[in-house]
């Protein structure tokens, strides 16, 4: 059993940034490869980034350019670093794992089915 556990949302301005992170435990981290996804208030939980264990990354179309998924493996953690928020970034996030080395393969939803471990969710709101 997998246990991730998000922490660093909250609010802030149009414009600012925040890091969230998610630290891993209960298994062997280097074996699952790691996503973000949000879920905006009334809609459906949407892919965000993710990362595979070779280390390459991938970004959904809103966010590529502001948002950076990073991770640590020496403290089982995910990171994501977003920047020049947008009132449209508002929603809970999500970290989640798949037992597989490579989690993006082209389809978000796809992703979304295939991940094995959710953490609770980070509340991130960006006001205007």
């Known amino acids: 059993q997998v246990q991730l556990v998000e922490s660093g949302g909250g609010s802030v301005q149009a414009g600012g940034s925040l890091r969230l992170s998610c630290v891993v435990s209960?298994?062997?981290?280097?074996?699952?490869?790691m996503a973000w996804f949000r879920q905006p208030p009334g809609k459906q939980r949407e892919g965000v980034a993710a990362?595979?264990?070779?280390?390459?990354?991938h970004y959904a179309a809103p966010v590529k350019g502001r948002f950076t998924i990073s991770k640590e493996n020496a403290k089982s953690t995910l990171y994501l670093q977003m920047n020049s928020l947008k009132p449209e970034d508002t929603a809970m996030y999500y970290c989640a794992a798949r037992r597989s080395d490579v989690c993006y393969s082209g389809s978000w939803s796809q992703l979304r089915a295939d991940l094995d471990y959710w953490g609770q969710g980070t509340q991130v709101t960006v006001s205007s």
């Open positions: 209960g298994n062997t981290y280097n074996t699952y490869c």
């Open positions: 990362i595979d264990n070779d280390g390459s990354t």
